[in-house]
């Protein structure tokens, strides 16, 4: 099973939550990660000109926001899927994807996207302030702190942000790993409140009631 490349980016980190970090599967973890964010980093600094210049067309700053981060999620989706896409291509060019089940790709690919989406939503919002440029950086470490949080102390796994995207840490593949329908709806929880905050960020910032 550890021969699939989909498996080694998107599945997870199954181990023991005692013992050394296991370096090259949390770098394998880490590696689409930074990428995409890479990716968007990219995107934000290409269209920072552009939304500036067509800010007018929306009537209003909040009218703005709402598309804005609509597109940010978009762009994540647009991404993930890609990525995703481009790992399974990969074992089926190189005849690893009998190692596959249909199982285990849906519910690592679901986990993984609802992660992205939660962490492309903060993205669009640190975007609104001065700290933008360091944006994919803060949320890559975000992701690698957290689960080295959850791999040393195994009571706060559960409630660790870089758990919540693999598969091989969920309740889907053993019995103590994180319950999937949380997770799920705390990562909604997640992008809801970065939408909220930006609103209202904007609000107090051009004093619109």
Request: hydrophobic fraction near 55%.
């Amino acid at each position: 099973m550890s021969e699939s490349m989909f498996i080694r980016l998107f599945a997870g980190i199954s181990e023991d939550c005692f013992g050394a970090i296991p370096l090259v599967p949390f770098g394998q973890w880490l590696f689409p990660v930074g990428i995409f964010l890479l990716v968007m980093g990219f995107r934000a600094e290409r269209n920072k000109k552009a939304e500036i210049l067509i800010l007018y067309r929306y009537g209003t700053i909040l009218n703005w926001w709402k598309r804005h981060f609509t597109k940010w999620v978009a762009w994540g989706i647009y991404t993930a899927i890609l990525l995703l896409l481009d790992a399974l291509l990969y074992d089926i060019a190189v005849g690893r994807i009998s190692v596959l089940s249909v199982e285990l790709v849906l519910k690592s690919s679901v986990l993984w996207l609802v992660h992205i989406i939660s962490m492309a939503a903060l993205f669009g919002l640190l975007e609104l302030f001065p700290v933008r440029r360091f944006v994919p950086g803060a949320l890559l470490l975000l992701e690698g702190v957290t689960f080295i949080i959850g791999f040393r102390i195994c009571k706060a796994s559960h409630a660790m942000y870089g758990m919540w995207g693999m598969y091989l840490r969920s309740s889907w593949w053993e019995t103590g790993g994180f319950p999937v329908g949380t997770v799920i709806a705390a990562e909604i929880g997640v992008s809801a409140v970065s939408f909220c905050i930006g609103r209202n960020y904007l609000k107090k910032s051009t004093n619109i009631i």
